[in-house]
Every structure is written in C-alpha cells, then in structure tokens.
C-alpha cells in the first residue's frame, strides 16, 4: 500500500499563510490634523466671506445698471457696467472653484489622505500646505503638471 506523505511525514513546517494587507492613505507622521483643521476652515470661512462680498458687489453693479443707458460703452467715466459685472463674475467663478477646493482638502484630513500628493504618493511639506491648504500635489508634481 502507497504510503501518504505528509509535511508531517516529510518533518516540513506547516505552510504558513501571510496577509499583506493594502496600505492605508497616510498623513506625514508629525501632520498636526488639528492644527491643519483649523487653518482650512479659516480658508473655507475666508472664501466664504469674500464670495458674500462679490456676490454684494454683483448685485450692486445689477442695481446700477438700471438707472445706466443700455449704450455705456462710451461713457468717458470709465469702465462699462457690462465690464464691471463680467469681472465680478469672473472672481466669483475664481472664488467658488478655491472653495470647492478647500472643503476638498477638508475631505481628504477626514480621511486621513492629506498632506500626500495624489501623484506620487509622497508627503507635502508642511510649509507648502500652510500656504496652500487646498495643495493636492508636493512642488515636483504640481511643477511637472504644470510643464505638460
């Protein structure tokens, strides 16, 4: 009879099963999540301040306009209100786009990505990150981006 062989039999160590687990997203280990909390909600409280501001101004402009002759593009007083108004827009469109941004970057300390650039997979500086809280990418990365 054939006999049977065994890790036993043969004196081999049982297979071991190791788990590699994923790894998780990381913040630099010394990020004060705290600290940077606090410094994009003052970003977010200040975009939302000056987005109320502009939002003001529009409507201001809107408000002058009515009491404008529809041809103001003569007026030797300056700029047209159509002017006023499409520069207005164009920094609440700006405006709007930080704060999405922001609120963003306050996602991603939730979650525990900030601070890692979502290129390379490298830790920000701090220092760029207090200057840029919204930074999604360290200098290298956001350079090569925007050289493409």
């Known amino acids: 009879m ?13 297979a ?3 788990r590699v687990q994923e790894p998780k997203p990381r913040t630099p280990g010394n990020l004060d999540s705290a600290r940077f ?8 409280n200040d975009a939302r301040g000056k987005i109320d501001t502009v939002l003001a101004d529009i409507r201001e402009v809107t408000a002058a306009a009515k009491d404008t002759p529809a041809d103001d593009e003569h007026d030797p007083e300056g ?3 159509s002017v006023e108004r499409a520069n207005e827009v164009s920094m609440l469109a700006a405006l709007e786009a930080s704060l999405i941004e922001l609120l963003e970057a ?3 300390l939730d979650d525990g990505a900030y601070g890692i650039c979502e290129r390379c997979g490298e830790p920000i500086p701090e220092a760029r990150l207090e200057i840029r809280p919204e930074a999604r990418f360290c200098v290298a990365c956001a350079a090569a981006g925007r050289r493409r």
């Open 2 to 14: 054939p006999r049977k062989v065994t890790a036993a039999s043969r004196k081999l160590a049982p």
């Open 16 to 18: 071991v099963t190791t």
């Open 37 to 44: 909390a606090g410094i994009i909600d003052e970003h977010i």
């Open 79 to 81: 700029t047209t209100v």
């Open 106 to 108: 306050r996602v991603r």
